[in-house]
């Protein structure tokens, strides 16, 4: 029997396969029905192959190495589920990843913003905080003395509460600051032997959710969504339901942020207008069909308005 072979229609070519792929995929759909029911994480938005790269890791680590046998010790070993969930959500980040796109939101975006005195900012897929206490500085950097004038709030979710649970600690490594100038650590970072705490007024402006982005979203009308290097969990079918879900909460005029690696998918991608290619750096726009006022469309801070970008939209490039 075991190596007998069974017709498994697929739905589609009506592929032949052994009785053991048959049994091991019915074992890891299982696993995924399963995790779903107990940790409440829907792993059918996500890509099946980034998928199986993740669960292989902890089918050796537990020595299980098949669907089958790891399905039991789920059952009998609960804390496997943490596990599991751990190494599938990659929590990597740094302060102001990619320099370029951080300097672009300081010089353009957020002077822009600042026209009006409430402004509101998402950081979905915050990780373990780094982001959204980037965005925090920068507010402060470009408002300065003003900034008591103005009303913001960043507003910073992840589906991992693990990372929320650091993020909203505040507490980094020196190695975690690196590459950020010591003049910046110094006004933004408190020490404490080994330790560096984000200072009050810069925690002020944040406050962390747990939010599952396959869910619609949180709230509407932000001027600004960041959500970068979240998309390569996603399938195509699911990263084009989350940007919609993005486009749907961002007001008009309001700017859409992701990954330098990643592509606005399907129907967005004529949508939003690409306001920086290279920092991929999105805009919503108007109904009127303007989106800048005059003033805008000239050389500013050294960009300069593209009209015939790659996208067909109108981008500005760092020069
Ligand atoms: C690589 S980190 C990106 C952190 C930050 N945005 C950056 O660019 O540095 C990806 C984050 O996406 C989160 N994530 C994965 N699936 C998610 C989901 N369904 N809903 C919300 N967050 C999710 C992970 O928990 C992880 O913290």
């Known amino acids: 029997m075991k190596n007998a072979q069974v017709k498994q229609n697929t739905g589609k070519s009506g592929e032949m396969i052994s009785v053991e792929d048959f049994l091991e995929d019915v ?20 890509r099946e192959e980034y998928l199986k790269r993740r669960f292989s890791i902890r089918l050796r680590a537990t020595g299980t190495n098949t669907y089958r046998l790891y399905v039991r010790y789920l059952q009998k070993n609960p804390d496997e589920y943490n596990r599991v969930i751990d190494n599938l959500v990659i929590n990597y980040t740094t302060f102001f990843r990619d320099k370029d796109v951080y300097g672009y939101l300081e010089k353009i975006v957020l002077p822009r913003l600042f026209r009006s005195n409430k402004v509101r900012i998402w950081s979905a897929g915050c990780a373990t905080g780094e982001e959204p206490y980037s965005l925090s500085i920068l507010v402060h950097k470009v408002l300065g003395k003003k900034r008591a004038n103005y009303d913001v709030k960043i507003l910073a979710s992840d589906i991992d509460e693990n990372a929320l649970g650091k993020a909203a600690k505040a507490e980094y490594s020196r190695k975690q600051l690196n590459g950020m100038r010591d003049s910046l650590i110094a006004e933004y970072f408190s020490t404490n032997g080994e330790s560096y705490q984000v200072k009050d007024f810069v925690k002020q402006l944040v406050s962390f959710e747990s939010h599952d982005l396959m869910k619609p979203s949180l709230r509407k009308g932000f001027d600004l969504i960041l959500c970068r290097n979240v998309m390569i969990f996603f399938s195509r079918e699911s990263q084009q339901k989350i940007h919609m879900h993005f486009y749907n909460t961002l007001r008009e005029g309001g700017y859409l942020v992701i990954g330098k690696a990643e592509v ?45 970008n790659s996208s067909g939209g109108q981008c500005l490039v760092a020069h």
């Open 27 to 46: 074992a890891y759909q299982k696993m995924k029905k399963l995790l779903h029911e107990k940790v409440g994480l829907d792993f059918n938005g996500y």
């Open 264 to 308: 606005l998918s399907g129907q967005l991608s004529q949508q939003l207008l690409c306001d920086n290619v290279n920092c991929r750096v999105y805009q919503k726009s108007f109904k009127d069909g303007y989106n800048r006022s005059p003033s805008e469309l000239s050389v500013t801070n050294g960009y300069t308005l593209n009209l015939n």
